[in-house]
C-alpha cells in the first residue's frame, strides 16, 4: 500500500508524524519499538497512546537498550576485539609455551678433564658438554655460546664463567662450590656436623603457566578497561553523541551503568578465555579450589581502570591523544607491577614505588588465589585499594569531565 502520511523533523534524533494507515502519533528518539498502527515509541521517550495517557520507558530499559548498543558495537570493531583478546593471548602463549619445561632444564656447560668433582655434578641442574682440552672449553664461553667451562686436572679445579650473565655465573658458582664442599667432607672421612633439606612450598607438579596466567589476565583486563572508557568518551564527544545523550530523556547513571556494564562483561569473557586456553594440555593450568575469588578482584580492577579511562577520556580530546596518554599510563604499569616478570627480584625501592600502582594489588591478588591457592584474607589488602582507588580517580575524572569540546 502506498504511504500517504506525512511528517516533520522536530530536532536532533525525534520525529514526529502521521500515518494514513492508524489515527495515531509518536515520538522516536531513538531505537524504538511500535505499539500499534501509526504509533511508534522509542525507548527513554513519551509519547501519547490512543487513550490520551501518558506512555513512559522504563530508566531501566534504557540502560539496557544503551548497554546493548555499546556491546554490539564493541564486537562489530575488529580492532577492539583484536586488542582485547587477541593481543593479550598472544602473550600468554608465548611465554607459556617459553617457560613449559623450565622447572626441569638443565645448563649445558663446558667441561675437559677427569675427576671426582665433574663426577659428582648433579646431572638434573648441569648438563655436561665434554671438551678434549681447558684452552677449547674456555674458547666455547668466550665466544658466547656456553654460560662457564669446569676444568678439572688432579685436586685443582677451575671455572671460568661469562660476565654476561651475572645471575648464571653466581648459581653456577654455588652448584660447584657446594659440590667441592660434599668432596673435601667425604675425602677428611669425617660426618657432617650440619645438614640441609630443602624443597619447595609449592607442589612440584606446577608449572609456570601458573605464575604467568593471573598477571598476563590483569594487564589485559586493565588495558580493556582504560582503553574502551577513554576512547569511547573522545569518540563521542567528537560525534555530538554525548551531547545528544544529555539532551535526551536518559539519565546519565544509565549512560555511565551501561559503559560499567559493558566493561564487566567484557572483563569477565577475557577471564573465562585465558583460563579456558591455559588449562588445555599444552599449558597446564590447574585451578586451585579458592579460583573464584578471583572474580571480584576483576571486577574492582576492571573498575579501577575504567576510572583511569573515564579521566584521559575527560582530558583528552583526540582518539591518537586519548591511545597515547593510555599508553603512557599502562604499559610502564605493566612492567613496574610484576605482570612479565617477578617483582621480588627487583630494587626494594622500585618494589615500593610499585604500591603505588593499581595492577601491582591486582596481579597479587589473582597470583595468590590463582597460583598459591590462598583464601578470603588474600583479597582483602587487595580490594580496598582497589576500590580506595577507584572513587579517587573517579572523582577526579567527574570533576574534569566535558559533554562536548566547546
Same mark, same amino acid.
Not at 490512543?50 to 534504557?62: D, I, K, L, N
Given at each position: ?47 501519547? &497512546?490512543?487513550?490520551? /495517557?501518558?506512555?513512559?520507558?522504563? @530508566? ?8 546493548? #548498543? ?18 593479550? %593471548?598472544?602473550?600468554?602463549? !608465548? ?14 656447560? &663446558? ?9 659428582? *655434578?648433579?646431572?638434573?641442574? %648441569? ?8 684452552? @677449547? ?11 662457564? @667451562?669446569?676444568?678439572?686436572?688432579? +685436586? ?27 668432596? +673435601? ?10 645438614? *640441609? ?8 607438579? *606446577?608449572?609456570?603457566?601458573?605464575? %604467568? $596466567? ?6 589485559? !583486563? ?9 576512547? $569511547? ?33 567484557? @572483563?569477565? !569473557? ?15 593450568? /590447574? ?6 575469588? &578471583? ?8 573498575? =579501577? ?10 582530558? #583528552? ?6 591511545? =597515547? ?22 630494587? =626494594? ?10 595492577? /601491582?594489588?591486582? +596481579?597479587?591478588?589473582?597470583?595468590? !588465589? ?28 567527574? /570533576? ?7
Amino acid at each position: 500500500m502506498r504511504d500517504t502520511g506525512m511528517s516533520e523533523s522536530t530536532g536532533p534524533g525525534t520525529e514526529t508524524g502521521t500515518d494514513s494507515r492508524g489515527t495515531g502519533t509518536g515520538t522516536e528518539t531513538g531505537p524504538g519499538t511500535e505499539t500499534g498502527p501509526g504509533t511508534e515509541t522509542g525507548t527513554g521517550s513519551r509519547g501519547t &497512546a490512543a487513550g490520551g /495517557r501518558p506512555v513512559a520507558a522504563s @530508566a531501566w530499559t534504557q540502560l539496557r537498550t544503551l548497554a546493548l #548498543a555499546m556491546l554490539r558495537g564493541f564486537f562489530r570493531d575488529r580492532t577492539a576485539l583484536f586488542f582485547t583478546f587477541f593481543f593479550p %593471548l598472544m602473550f600468554l602463549v !608465548v611465554f607459556g609455551l617459553i617457560f613449559r619445561d623450565s622447572g626441569t632444564s638443565a645448563t649445558t656447560i &663446558a667441561v675437559a678433564g677427569q675427576g671426582p668433582i665433574l663426577d659428582r *655434578l648433579p646431572a638434573q641442574v %648441569l648438563k655436561q658438554q665434554r671438551f678434549p682440552d681447558a684452552d @677449547a672449553a674456555i674458547a666455547k664461553v668466550r665466544s658466547g655460546d656456553l654460560p662457564a @667451562a669446569l676444568i678439572e686436572d688432579g +685436586n685443582s679445579l677451575t671455572l671460568r664463567f661469562a660476565a654476561s650473565d651475572q645471575v648464571k655465573a653466581a648459581q653456577l658458582q654455588g652448584i660447584v662450590q657446594a659440590v667441592v664442599g660434599e668432596a +673435601n667432607i667425604a675425602a677428611s672421612g669425617r660426618p657432617p656436623t650440619f645438614s *640441609l633439606s630443602a624443597a619447595q612450598v609449592e607442589d612440584r607438579d *606446577l608449572k609456570a603457566i601458573q605464575f %604467568l $596466567t593471573p598477571g598476563i589476565l590483569s594487564w589485559g !583486563v586493565a588495558t580493556s578497561a582504560a582503553f574502551g572508557a577513554a576512547l $569511547t568518551l573522545v569518540s563521542w564527544r567528537r560525534k555530538q553523541l554525548l551531547r545528544r545523550i544529555r539532551l535526551s530523556p536518559a539519565p546519565v547513571w544509565a549512560v555511565v551503568g551501561a559503559r560499567v556494564g559493558v566493561s564487566l562483561v567484557v @572483563a569477565l !569473557v577475557q577471564a573465562a578465555v585465558f583460563v579456558a586456553l591455559a588449562i588445555t594440555p599444552p599449558f597446564g593450568l /590447574r585451578l586451585s579450589h579458592q579460583w573464584w575469588l &578471583a572474580i571480584p578482584l576483576l571486577i574492582l580492577g576492571t573498575l =579501577a581502570f575504567l576510572s583511569i579511562g573515564l579521566l584521559v577520556g575527560a582530558v #583528552a580530546k583526540t582518539d591518537e591523544a586519548a591511545s =597515547a596518554m593510555a599508553n603512557f599510563i599502562v604499559l610502564p604499569m605493566a612492567f613496574l607491577s610484576g605482570t612479565f616478570f617477578d617483582i621480588s627480584q627487583a630494587p =626494594a625501592w622500585l618494589r615500593s614505588f610499585s604500591k603505588v600502582f593499581p595492577l /601491582r594489588w591486582m +596481579n597479587d591478588g589473582m597470583l595468590d !588465589v590463582l597460583g598459591r591457592g590462598k583464601g578470603v584474607q588474600a583479597v582483602l589488602a587487595p580490594s580496598a585499594v582497589l576500590i580506595g582507588f577507584t572513587l579517587v580517580v573517579g572523582f577526579i575524572a567527574t /570533576r574534569l569531565f566535558r559533554w562536548d569540546d566547546a
